[in-house]
């Protein structure tokens, strides 16, 4: 078991096979020693995690769909990765979209869900650069999608 697998599990984590890309695109692109992983939905052994924050969803269950994009982001670069995680050298960036009413404001309250569980199982090749941002829908209306960009050797 690779070094970051050992610590997922350490956290109750085991990767899932990444996900099936949903419409007309890829999962991932490699451009140099970046890939960039396209927008992962809310969603977990369970089926997708689908409400709107402000109307039906508490910042705990946001930040825990939160979570659950973090956790398909790492699967995605796993395979990009040919299955050897470990090549990651740090999350570079998460852009998260939050599925909430206009007066919601605490998108980043959410998001930390996913920048919180990067950081505990990666550590500082966790730390990244972020955007969390307000949407008024999201694709069958999951709570949050986040995409992210990694940096590999």
């Excluded at 996900?19 to 695109?25: G, I, L, M, S, V």
């Excluded at 992962?40 to 659950?68: F, T, V």
């Excluded at 090549?87 to 979209?97: C, E, Q, S």
């Excluded at 599925?99 to 998108?107: E, M, P, R, V």
Aim: hydrophobic share 50%.
């Amino acid at each position: 078991m690779s070094v970051i697998e050992t610590r997922l599990a350490e956290l109750g984590v085991t990767l899932p096979d990444a996900p099936a890309p949903a419409a007309n695109y890829v999962p991932f692109v490699q451009t140099g020693n970046l890939v960039h992983v396209s927008g992962q939905i809310s969603a977990n052994a369970d089926g997708m995690i689908k409400g709107k924050l402000g109307a039906d969803m508490d910042i705990d269950a946001g930040a825990a769909a939160a979570r659950a994009c973090a956790v398909s982001l790492l699967a995605q670069l796993k395979a990009a990765c040919g299955g050897d995680i470990d090549r990651l050298v740090r999350v570079v960036k998460l852009v998260g979209f939050v599925n909430s009413t206009a007066d919601f404001g605490d998108q980043p309250k959410v998001i930390n869900g996913a920048s919180d569980f990067m950081v505990a199982a990666l550590g500082d090749k966790g730390r990244h650069a972020r955007s969390a941002v307000s949407a008024a829908s999201l694709p069958f209306g999951v709570a949050v999608e986040i995409e992210g960009i990694f940096e590999i050797a």
